[in-house]
C-alpha cells in the first residue's frame, strides 16, 4: 500500500513538472511569435532591401533561439548538443563553443544576446529608426 502511494506521488510530481516546463516553453514560443509580428509590422513601411535583410537576419535568429531552447529541453533523451542544431550558422556554432564549451543549458542565452545584437543593429538598415 504506501509503495503505490510514493508511486503516484512520484508520477503527480513529474507529470506537474513537465506541465509546468511545457507551460513555460509555451510562453516562450508565444513571445517570439508575438516579437516577429511587432518586428515585421513595426517595419512594414520599410521597403527596402537591408530593412527586408534585417527582418529577415532578426526573424531567423528568433526561430534558432527557439530551436535551440529544444535542443537543450531534448538533450537528456536525444542526446544532440545545442551546438549541432542545424539551423545555426558556422559562426553561431562556434561562437556557442568557445563560450559555453560542453554547458549545453547555457546556449540560448548567447543566442539571445545575439538575437538583441541584430535588434539594436536596425539604425544600418532601417531609414526610419526605432524608439
Known amino acids: 500500500m504506501m509503495v503505490s502511494f510514493l508511486v503516484v506521488t512520484r508520477s503527480s ?22 516579437f516577429s509580428q511587432h518586428a515585421i509590422t513595426f517595419t512594414r513601411y520599410e521597403t527596402t532591401p537591408r530593412a527586408k535583410l534585417w527582418r529577415a537576419e532578426v526573424l531567423r535568429r528568433t526561430l534558432v533561439l527557439l530551436r535551440t531552447i529544444v ?17 545555426l550558422t558556422q559562426d553561431e556554432k562556434q561562437a556557442l563553443l568557445m563560450s559555453v564549451g560542453r554547458s549545453n543549458e547555457r546556449s540560448p542565452i548567447v543566442l539571445a544576446v545575439f538575437l538583441r545584437s541584430a535588434i539594436a543593429c536596425h539604425q544600418e538598415y532601417l531609414d526610419v529608426p526605432m524608439h
Do not use: D
Open 13 to 34: 510530481i513529474v507529470y506537474s513538472r513537465f506541465m509546468e516546463a511545457r507551460e513555460y516553453l509555451n510562453e516562450a514560443m508565444k513571445a517570439c511569435r508575438e
Open 71 to 87: 535542443s537543450v529541453l531534448e538533450y537528456q533523451t536525444k542526446g544532440q548538443h545545442a551546438w549541432k542544431v542545424p539551423e
